[in-house]
């Protein structure tokens, strides 16, 4: 069972366009949400992460949207740039576990 | 460069055989994770070692076993390998055990190992 499910699978925007990915959760004691962001070849890394107290975070062109009641998240990276071309991944965590959802692959277009 | 190593990286081994994988944690960090990221089910967490203490498990089958190191390096153990286990095993540290936010709870993972299972 998907704890976290994440959506689109594969997304490709122009350069200069938002980008923007889905995920949503059931488990209600989830406390913190973090998104990665993984190069062919490479680790995750940390990107961004939200709390379930504040609605939305920002840190330069990454912006968590945070909708506790409807116990989504989104990620949008604003004037997404070719060197933005990455898998993404959104996570929950609950108690020390983290829930991974399954990946968007992004691919920004020049 | 996250800092934290993964040896070996690229490991091809038979259905049947036992592997063992290695990581080295960034230096001060004493939490171990590790993950098995495959194509269908995506990242799956796997166990947590904090200080050399099992800290949580996750979906690791009977056939892993895992070890945190009183140097705090960490190893995973898989044997009666399947066809299935192929997949890359990252290994991730963080200096606290998860219980804060951000800051010492960061996850800073490794490159990888590449397990490919014939």
């Known amino acids: 069972q998907q704890q976290v499910k994440q959506s689109p699978q594969s997304l490709i925007v122009q350069k200069g366009g938002i980008s923007i990915i889905n995920c949503a959760y059931e488990?209600?004691?989830?406390?913190?949400f973090p998104w990665y962001q993984q190069f062919p070849g490479k680790g995750p890394a940390l990107l961004i992460a939200i709390r379930p107290d504040v609605s939305e975070k920002k840190e330069g062109r990454f912006t968590i949207s945070f909708n506790k009641s409807a116990k989504q998240f989104s990620l949008h990276i604003m004037d997404s740039q070719p060197g933005d071309s990455a898998t993404y991944f959104c996570a929950a965590r609950g108690g020390n576990q983290f829930y991974f959802g399954t990946g968007t692959s992004l691919t920004v277009i020049p | 460069d996250s800092g934290v190593t993964q040896t070996p990286k690229h490991l091809i081994t038979a259905t049947g055989q036992r592997v063992t994988l290695r990581c080295s944690p960034r230096?001060?960090?004493?939490?171990v994770y590790w993950y098995q990221q495959s194509l269908d089910q995506g990242l799956q967490f796997l166990i947590q070692?904090?200080?050399?203490?099992?800290?949580a498990k996750g979906n690791i089958l009977e056939r892993f076993s895992a070890q945190q190191f009183p140097d705090l390096h960490s190893e995973l153990n898989l044997s009666s390998l399947e066809l299935g286990d192929s997949a890359l095993y990252f290994c991730?540290?963080?200096?606290?055990?998860?219980?804060?936010?951000?800051?010492?709870?960061?996850?800073?993972f490794g490159p990888g190992t590449r397990l490919t299972v014939l």
């Open positions: 070692y904090y200080n050399g203490e099992e800290r």
């Open positions: 230096s001060g960090d004493l939490s």
């Open positions: 488990n209600t004691a989830f406390d913190y």
């Open positions: 991730a540290s963080s200096v606290a055990g998860g219980q804060g936010f951000q800051g010492a709870d960061t996850q800073y």
